[in-house]
């Protein structure tokens, strides 16, 4: 995200751009790599906030970039409780829960997501299509948790029959025996013992 702003801000945009960093970042080395890529940028690192802080800030949009699956993501819903639309990364349960509030980007991929923010600063209609969608986003928590449970339900129903006893006991043994071909290899030094 800190990489495509840096892009979004290396061409004339119509108004000028901030950019609002919100949490902790998890190592220092991280920490360090990321207020690098921001020097001389509009960028600010609030560090650790709490929740009224960000309805303060005079935020226009919520970016999230995430490169891991996420199950569900109440950042989400914070974002749209202030009415702010949102980029998301097309990954895990986000991007369907953001409904048409949201742009969707490929993870990782700096050149989309400078795209997609720069469509929010230079797209003046975009901004007020996706707040309007906000109301009608995707699914509640109510309801992922219901589709969670049908997926659950399905999964304990379509469960695969157990292995016979004897082919399990066989498959184990098979298992141990290159477990140990596998230890003894590594303790036994290059062209066999001496």
Do not use: K, W
């Not at 650790?48 to 699956?69: D, I, K, N």
């Not at 707040?131 to 999964?155: C, P």
């Not at 004897?166 to 184990?172: E, I, T, V, Y």
């Amino acid at each position: 995200m800190v990489e495509a702003f840096r892009e979004l801000c290396s061409g004339p945009l119509p108004r000028p751009v901030e950019l609002h960093l919100f949490g902790r970042v998890d190592t220092p080395q991280l920490d360090a790599e990321l207020r690098a890529i921001a020097a001389g940028l509009p960028v600010t690192f609030h560090g650790r906030f709490e929740y009224p802080q960000l309805a303060t800030s005079g935020l226009h949009a919520a970016v999230f970039p995430m490169v891991c699956f996420e199950t569900y993501g109440f950042v989400l819903d914070e974002a749209y409780e202030l009415g702010l639309p949102a980029i998301v990364t097309d990954l895990g349960a986000i991007p369907r829960r953001a409904g048409a509030a949201a742009l969707r980007v490929p993870p990782r991929d700096v050149a989309a997501m400078a795209a997609a923010m720069r469509r929010l600063v230079t797209e003046p209609d975009l901004h007020a299509s996706l707040a309007a969608a906000i109301g009608r986003a995707g699914l509640s928590l109510a309801e992922h948790v219901e589709a969670l449970a049908a997926h659950y339900a399905n999964a304990i129903e379509t469960t695969p029959q157990p292995v016979v006893a004897d082919g399990l006991a066989r498959r184990r043994a098979e298992l141990l025996h290159m477990q140990r071909e596998s230890a003894q290899a590594r303790i036994t030094p290059d062209g066999g013992p001496r």
